[in-house]
Structure formats: structure tokens, C-alpha cells
């Protein structure tokens, strides 16, 4: 502990050395800007309505119009990882992190990486995050309180029932550590504690937000009148998942508004993302799809809540579109990995599509760079993406980093335009993501020098040990989303962590 301890320390040092040296030279007028990230939960490509959906989201739209539409924004295949990344600035594979956290895991992302909150909190950000956390939940050192957040409201484990907020049989929501028992929808929960944020934050310092929404992750529960809104759509699960998109837009909309209310608009830069594809049954693994049909054709369905259960809904429940990307949720390919995104700070960055590839490993050295000066140092703080300001402020071109992301079918290899994927049964398929975003050429034995050289890339790709817990293990006991209570709540299950606000 000592070591890490120390290790922490020389990190913090670091960092502040690097800015102290940097904003030396910057006008003193400049001042940070508030920073506002919102992670949707399984938004699909086709879920917003300038990719053309016949789902209603205005107010993502209205981002989208007064921002930059970041056309190739790429996250990883579900969420952990792709949390893991956006919080550490490091590929969560070099952290062992391959998939979603099991509730059972008794750790989480390790203590020897410094998070996005923490560095913002050295130069003087006050740090907040509403929504899901899904980065360890049985020990208090792994919790948002204790990486970063000064204000922690929400859930820490990786999905809960809309209306009861329970995940995997316990009560999984709170505020600050303490348990709260409240009636209400998640989004419209959240919401509000947000604009209470916003509300009752200090004026004098920027405002760091991390609004990590649970919508429109499974299970399918919207307001009745939000559903009935969608009535001309036949199929009942993309019914209900356009209401859940309704619901979070609507919730974005209040964001936008309370920060205009409070006259902080203009100096807020937002990011707005998915934390992965869509999920559908597109997106998931034929065989389970078939095992899934199967049971039921010959059994009474739903299940008592068990492994069977849980493989079923979650290979037929999904409602989200990823339009003409491939598959979805839980797979490297396009419809998995590939998501909207959106910059909006109109005060310094003109409306326009990015086409470069961005990847949710920029995000944090970017935004460290913003809230030191607002201009481009090239510095990364040792991280494994890239500061993309310039790119996006000046409309250039800079070199785009390799990018291995890992799923349920295999893992994948980008070196913009070209993708290498290496299937769970060792086949090789190479596609040029550029010409062809829905993968339906495999250009494996057209183009052996680019196979070969990112088959090698592929191979020496950093993998630290896995540190979730074995898969049978967490089939014993599965993370379902909502039901009845069977245990205590999660915030009962450490010693709680009192925030300071």
C-alpha cells in the first residue's frame, strides 16, 4: 500500500508539473470550462434521430446541430471496458478487463490507475457523477467516492429495474453512501439530482459532471404514457426501448435547460456518447439466439429468475437498431463498437461532422488538455490515446492511434481504415472500414501485407490477467436487472463513504 500510495503521489506531481508548465504561457482571462460528459447505456446507432430514427430525441439533435457529430466514434463492446477507458485513459485490456463486471467481482478497476475526476480535481474542478458506476462495488476503495467524486448519486453495479432499483437481488441506489428507498423512474430520478447539482454547486470553481444514464439498458420499463406515444410500432421491444430513449432525451433536454437557467451554457463543453452498440437479436451470437427460441417454443416463459432466464432475455428483449453497422452489444464488429457521439461547446467549436476516427481512449487526455487551456499542448499525460482538441477545434487532420477492443465473438484490430478481426474459432477477417462500415467484404485474402501486419499488431496487443470472476461462477448467481429483493443493499455491504457535498 505504501508503494502505491507513493506511486499516486509521483502521478499527481507529474501532472500538475505538466500544466503548471504549460498554462504559464496562456492568457489568465481564459477560464476552464465546466465539463459535462452524459454516457447513454446501449444507445444504438440507429436510436437518435439525426442518424435518421424513428425514435424522437430533439434534444440530442439539438447538440448534434449546434455541435460536432463525431461520425466514427469508437467505444468498446460493452460497458465496463468502455467505462474503464473513459475514466483510466488506458486500454482496459492492459487492466484486465475484457468484459462486464459480474456483481461478485470483489474488486474492481485497479487502485493504481489515477481517474479523469482526480487529475480535474488537482486544477481546482469540483466532481460529481450521477447514474451508473459499474467499476467495483464490495469494497469502499473502489467506489466513485473514492476515486475522484466528491458527490456520488446512483447505482454501482451494472443495471437495475427502472422502478424498483434493485440489480442481482439487492437494493442498488443511493446517494453519497447511504441507501435511498425512493419511489420513481430511474431517468426521471436522475435527472433531478442533476439539475440539484447544477443547482447547488460553487460558483467559483468549474463543475465536472459525469451524467452516466442507466437508459436504455434492459430491462425494457418506460412511463405507460411514453409507451403509448410509440404505438404505431409493432414490435413491443422497440416499442418500449423508444420510450426509454424518449425518457433520456427529455432528461438532456432539462441538462441543457437547467444549464442555461444558471447561465452556464456558453462556458460548458458536453460530450455525449454510448457506452456501446445497441443491443438486439442481431447482436447477439446465433446460437444463442437459437437456444433462446428454443426454450421458448417448448417451455413456459419468463423463467424463474436463473441462468436460462437470463440468457433468454437478454438474447430477445433487446430493442435498439444499429441501422447498417453489423451486430451489436458484446461483438467487435461495427454495430458493437461504433456509436453516436457528439462535442457541443459552440462557443469555441463550429458546428461540423468529423469524419477522422475518434476513440473513447481520447476522450480524457482531450479533456484534460481543455480544462487546462483550451488550445493543444500535444501532451497525453502517459495515456493511451491522444488529445484531439486540435483536430476538432481546427477542423485538421492528425495521425490516428491504433485502437483493440475485445468481445463475445473475438477481438479486433484497428488501424484506420483498416480492421483485422480474430474470431473466437481462429478466422481472420480483414475489412476496410471506410469503404465498406458494414463489414460485408472480407478482404482477408486480397490484401495479405495489411493482414499480415495487423495480424502481428493483433497478437502483440497488451493483455494483463483477467480479473473478473469465472464465468461459471457468476452463472450461479446472475446479475439480473430489477426483481425481488434476496440481500442486502449494496451500499450496506462496506463501510459507507461519506461525500462532502
Not at 452556464?264 to 452498440?277: A, E, P, Q, R, V
Request: a negative charge; charged letters at 25%; proline letters at 6%.
Amino acid at each position: 500500500m505504501r508503494l502505491l500510495r507513493l506511486k499516486r503521489q509521483f502521478q499527481k506531481a507529474l501532472y500538475i508539473a505538466v500544466l503548471i508548465g504549460f498554462v504559464s504561457g496562456v492568457n489568465a482571462s481564459d477560464t476552464p470550462p465546466n465539463i459535462v460528459i452524459i454516457l447513454a447505456d446501449d444507445l444504438g446507432w440507429n436510436d437518435v434521430g439525426y442518424h435518421g430514427s424513428e425514435i424522437r430525441t430533439p434534444n440530442i439533435d439539438r447538440l448534434a446541430a449546434e455541435g460536432i457529430v463525431l461520425e466514427r466514434f469508437y467505444a468498446q463492446a460493452t460497458c465496463t471496458p468502455t467505462r474503464a477507458a473513459l475514466l483510466s485513459g488506458k486500454s482496459p485490456q492492459s487492466l484486465g478487463i475484457y468484459q462486464p463486471f459480474s456483481k461478485l467481482i470483489a474488486t474492481g478497476l485497479p487502485l493504481t490507475e489515477r481517474l479523469l475526476p482526480e487529475y480535474l480535481q488537482d486544477v481546482g474542478y469540483q466532481t460529481a457523477l450521477v447514474g451508473k458506476w459499474h467499476l467495483g462495488f464490495r469494497e469502499a476503495a473502489y467506489h466513485p467516492l473514492s476515486r475522484g467524486f466528491e458527490h456520488f448519486y446512483g447505482n454501482v453495479t451494472g443495471g437495475v429495474g427502472f422502478w424498483d432499483h434493485v440489480h442481482g437481488g439487492g437494493l442498488d441506489w443511493q446517494r453519497n453512501g447511504a441507501t435511498l428507498r425512493e419511489e420513481g423512474y430511474a431517468t426521471h430520478l436522475s435527472i433531478k439530482e442533476i439539475e440539484r447539482v447544477i443547482s447547488r454547486r460553487d460558483p467559483q470553481k468549474p463543475l465536472f459532471l459525469y451524467a452516466s444514464f442507466n437508459a436504455p439498458h434492459l430491462p425494457n420499463e418506460a412511463p405507460s404514457e411514453a409507451i403509448e406515444s410509440y404505438s404505431a410500432i409493432e414490435d413491443p421491444n422497440r416499442r418500449v426501448h423508444a420510450a426509454m430513449v424518449t425518457e433520456l432525451d427529455t432528461a438532456i433536454g432539462r441538462l441543457i435547460t437547467r444549464l442555461e437557467q444558471e447561465g452556464m451554457l456558453s462556458n460548458t463543453l458536453i460530450w455525449f456518447m454510448s457506452d456501446n452498440g445497441g443491443l438486439n437479436v442481431s447482436a447477439m451470437p446465433p446460437s444463442f439466439v437459437e437456444f433462446s427460441r428454443f426454450l421458448e417454443r417448448w417451455f413456459d416463459t419468463p423463467f424463474k429468475p436463473g441462468l436460462l432466464e437470463f440468457i433468454r432475455t437478454n438474447s430477445l428483449d433487446g430493442g435498439s437498431d444499429n441501422g447498417h453497422l453489423r451486430r451489436g452489444k458484446g461483438s467487435v464488429f461495427e454495430g458493437g463498437v461504433r456509436v453516436p457521439s457528439v462535442v457541443h461547446w459552440p462557443a469555441h467549436l463550429d458546428p461540423h461532422s468529423h469524419s477522422s476516427m475518434v476513440t473513447v481512449l481520447d476522450v480524457m487526455p482531450t479533456l484534460l488538455q481543455v480544462a487546462s487551456s483550451h488550445r493543444s499542448s500535444g501532451t497525453n499525460y502517459g495515456l493511451d490515446g491522444s488529445d484531439r482538441w486540435l483536430a476538432l477545434k481546427e477542423k485538421s487532420e492528425i495521425p490516428v492511434n491504433d485502437y483493440f477492443v475485445s468481445g463475445g465473438d473475438g477481438e479486433a484490430y484497428y488501424r484506420f481504415p483498416w480492421k483485422l478481426i480474430g474470431k473466437t474459432d481462429g478466422e481472420l477477417e480483414l475489412f476496410n472500414v471506410l469503404s465498406d462500415p458494414s463489414e460485408n467484404e472480407n478482404l482477408a485474402s486480397r490484401f495479405p501485407r495489411q493482414l499480415g501486419e495487423l495480424e502481428e499488431a493483433l497478437k502483440r496487443a497488451e493483455r494483463a490477467e483477467s480479473i473478473h470472476v469465472p464465468l461459471l461462477k457468476a452463472f450461479w448467481d446472475m446479475d439480473f436487472f430489477g426483481g425481488e429483493e434476496d440481500r442486502p443493499p449494496w451500499s450496506e455491504l462496506t463501510e459507507p463513504n461519506v461525500g462532502s457535498r
